[in-house]
């Protein structure tokens, strides 16, 4: 089993920043890809940004390149997404997941094996 546990939310006004953190436990996260996804009210959940399990390679929706950046840090068992020049439509409750395939997932979210719990951020107009 691999747990995950999102923390870093919170309530923050327009053109503000954040920093998501997802701390991994169970198996050996080097091996893992890693994802962060977002579902607003009403809303389907929709892919944000995604990291190879060696971090050589990160992905962004098109709606948050040049203001989000996803990281990681293997030695820490943790992955970051750091948010910038918020928006109030980035307003949502943000989910990291681990796929442990050796297949990178991309962004179907049908493709990663387990999800955190999430965390809700507001950004305020």
């Known amino acids: 089993q691999v747990q995950l546990v999102e923390s870093g939310g919170g309530l923050v006004q327009a053109g503000g920043s954040l920093r998501l953190s997802c701390a991994a436990s169970?198996?050996?996260?080097?091996?893992?890809?890693m994802g962060w996804f977002r579902q607003a009210p009403g809303k389907e959940r929709e892919f944000v940004a995604g990291?190879?399990?060696?971090?050589?390679?990160?992905y962004y929706t098109d709606s948050v390149k040049g203001r989000f950046t996803i990281s990681r840090d293997n030695a820490k068992n943790t992955v970051y997404l750091q948010m910038n020049s918020l928006k109030p439509e980035d307003t949502a409750v943000y989910y990291c997941a681990a796929r442990i395939d050796v297949a990178y997932g991309g962004s179907n979210s049908d493709k990663y094996d387990y999800w955190g719990q999430g965390t809700q951020v507001t950004v305020s107009s």
């Open positions: 169970g198996r050996t996260f080097s091996n893992y890809h």
């Open positions: 990291i190879r399990w060696s971090g050589s390679s990160t």
